[in-house]
């Protein structure tokens, strides 16, 4: 099912949403200090391409640096992303089978907000 789902979720928003996250990545490392906010970018966009079966934790070693780098993301990127996830969720929740698409668009809005101190892990 993991894996139907996956096909599903890359063609209707996965791709789209991982090249914006892509795109993120790649100006963020343009500009040599925001480096660690565009590898976090990338690994979201990895994310963002295959979510199903994989989920997201709060690292425990992070702390006061991953708050304020946060914030300032938050204020340049996170919270474009996070409207194009809120308005992917919502567009893929008017039809039944776009749900569970919709619902896994809503549970990436937080890590597009805050994706400093999070890990990727395969699901449980």
Do not use: E, Q
């Amino acid at each position: 099912m993991r894996i139907i789902l996956n096909l599903i979720w890359l063609v209707l928003s996965g791709f789209w949403l991982a090249i914006g996250y892509v795109l993120t990545g790649i100006v963020c490392c343009i500009l040599i200090i925001t480096i660690p906010w565009g590898l976090a970018a990338f690994r979201i966009a990895n994310y963002a391409l295959w979510p199903f079966g994989r989920t997201i934790v709060d690292r425990p070693d992070a702390g006061a640096p991953s708050l304020v780098g946060n914030v300032i993301w938050i204020v340049v990127a996170g919270f474009w992303l996070a409207i194009g996830h809120l308005v992917s969720g919502v567009l893929l929740c008017v039809t039944i089978i776009g749900i569970p698409l919709g619902v896994a668009n809503f549970k990436m809005v937080p890590v597009s907000l805050m994706p400093l101190g999070k890990v990727i892990v395969p699901a449980p």
